[in-house]
């Protein structure tokens, strides 16, 4: 029960409190509750003014009116603290699944006033703001993903108790911030028997003068059987399919996402990348609509990465605290 609750929470929260890259805080997104203390200061009220009129007791009554009144213009001032308050992501910085990737929380002032005493949460980290009129800060932010993709870091809260923590006013913030994260490594061939049956087909049809046979790829259902490795499909039982196209420059190496006949396009994205990695000479990546290079270097390398991870990626949201 208490899970379909915070689903229901999480769906209204969504659908009244959109995603976008700055979000400027005003009475639609901010909420207001009194804290514990605040409870407990109107039932103060609440016991002075039934004292008041059993006990007709004017005084009793101006004290309890005095401080019901300012109650009141404490939720004002609680509230004009959080509003005006500005939050942008930016500057997402890629990186591997299981890793560190991060991103930076900017927040100033949009309404011309001082904001005191801010609060902002993530998850098991918080910071205190304070911001004068005008001014922005800059906060650095880490997470840890757990898949590949573009990710989208979890809510961020923002609250404000000032100025005398009678009451809270607080925000849920989700940032347009889509983090790149490319696979963890996966090293090692995709399968033994194709490996060599890879290579057994290179060599003799590289003898017998085919110069611009290229390799072997999983064989599929409407292409032509003349581009049946037979000899291959007799050995392994694998259905593969000679490739040739124009002769590359010597010492050039093709990582090519069909060359895998793995069905797990996760797991062929992982030994792709750990392929990357390991190039220090010339290369070129290959995914269906994709060719980068021939090239070499760390520049490459990063654009190589960043096409691993942005491959029919899909954005993950990381969960929220609680």
Same mark, same amino acid.
């Given at each position: 029960m208490?899970?379909?609750?915070?689903?229901?929470?999480?769906?209204?929260?969504?659908?009244?409190?959109?995603?976008?890259?700055?979000?400027?805080?005003?009475?639609?997104?901010?909420f207001?509750?009194?804290?514990?203390?605040?409870?407990?200061f109107?039932?103060?009220?609440?016991a002075?003014?039934?004292?008041g009129?059993?006990?007709?007791?004017?005084?009793?009554?101006?004290?309890a009116?005095?401080?019901?009144?300012l109650?009141?213009?404490?939720?004002?001032?609680?509230?004009?603290?959080?509003?005006?308050?500005?939050?942008?992501g930016?500057?997402?910085?890629?990186?591997?699944?299981?890793?560190r990737?991060?991103?930076?929380?900017?927040?100033?002032?949009?309404?011309?006033?001082?904001?005191?005493?801010?609060?902002?949460d993530?998850?098991?980290?918080?910071?205190?703001?304070?911001?004068p009129?005008?001014? +922005?800060? &800059?906060y650095?932010?880490?997470?840890?993903p #757990?898949? %590949? /993709?573009l990710?989208?870091?979890a $809510?961020l809260?923002?609250?404000?108790?000032?100025?005398?923590?009678l009451v809270?006013?607080?925000?849920?913030?989700?940032?347009?911030?889509?983090?790149?994260?490319?696979?963890r490594p996966l090293?090692?061939?995709?399968?033994?028997?194709?490996?060599q049956?890879?290579?057994?087909?290179?060599?003799?049809?590289?003898?017998?003068?085919?110069?611009?046979?290229?390799?072997?790829?999983?064989?599929?259902?409407?292409?032509?059987?003349?581009?049946?490795a037979w000899?291959?499909?007799?050995?392994?039982?694998?259905?593969?399919?000679?490739?040739?196209?124009e002769?590359?420059?010597?010492?050039?190496?093709?990582?090519?996402f069909?060359?895998?006949?793995?069905?797990?396009?996760?797991?062929v994205?992982?030994r792709?990348c750990?392929?990357?990695?390991q190039?220090?000479?010339?290369? +070129?990546l &290959?995914l269906?609509?994709?060719?980068?290079? #021939?090239? %070499? /270097?760390?520049?490459h390398?990063? $654009?190589?990465?960043?096409?691993?991870?942005?491959?029919r990626?899909?954005?993950?949201?990381?969960?929220?605290?609680?």
């Amino acid at each position: 029960m208490m899970r379909f609750w915070q689903r229901r929470w999480r769906v209204w929260m969504d659908r009244r409190l959109a995603v976008a890259t700055e979000i400027t805080l005003d009475q639609r997104r901010i909420f207001i509750m009194p804290t514990r203390q605040g409870v407990l200061f109107a039932m103060m009220i609440a016991a002075l003014f039934v004292g008041g009129i059993n006990f007709a007791n004017n005084l009793m009554l101006g004290l309890a009116f005095w401080l019901g009144s300012l109650y009141v213009v404490l939720i004002l001032h609680t509230y004009r603290n959080l509003a005006g308050v500005w939050i942008r992501g930016e500057r997402p910085e890629s990186g591997q699944q299981g890793g560190r990737v991060g991103w930076t929380c900017c927040v100033g002032d949009a309404a011309g006033r001082p904001h005191h005493a801010l609060q902002l949460d993530q998850g098991d980290l918080s910071w205190s703001v304070d911001l004068p009129v005008g001014a +922005s800060k &800059e906060y650095h932010q880490s997470i840890c993903p #757990p898949r %590949r /993709g573009l990710v989208q870091p979890a $809510r961020l809260r923002v609250r404000s108790h000032w100025p005398f923590g009678l009451v809270q006013a607080w925000s849920w913030v989700r940032l347009d911030v889509r983090i790149p994260v490319w696979p963890r490594p996966l090293p090692g061939a995709p399968d033994p028997l194709w490996t060599q049956a890879h290579h057994e087909a290179a060599s003799s049809l590289q003898r017998a003068g085919h110069e611009d046979f290229q390799g072997l790829a999983a064989w599929r259902e409407g292409e032509s059987f003349s581009q049946v490795a037979w000899k291959q499909v007799a050995r392994t039982g694998q259905w593969l399919r000679q490739e040739r196209s124009e002769p590359l420059a010597a010492g050039v190496i093709r990582i090519r996402f069909e060359d895998d006949p793995d069905p797990d396009q996760e797991r062929v994205l992982a030994r792709m990348c750990a392929r990357v990695m390991q190039q220090v000479g010339t290369y +070129s990546l &290959e995914l269906p609509g994709l060719t980068l290079g #021939p090239a %070499r /270097g760390e520049e490459h390398q990063h $654009r190589c990465l960043l096409a691993l991870a942005n491959w029919r990626a899909i954005v993950y949201r990381m969960p929220d605290a609680g």
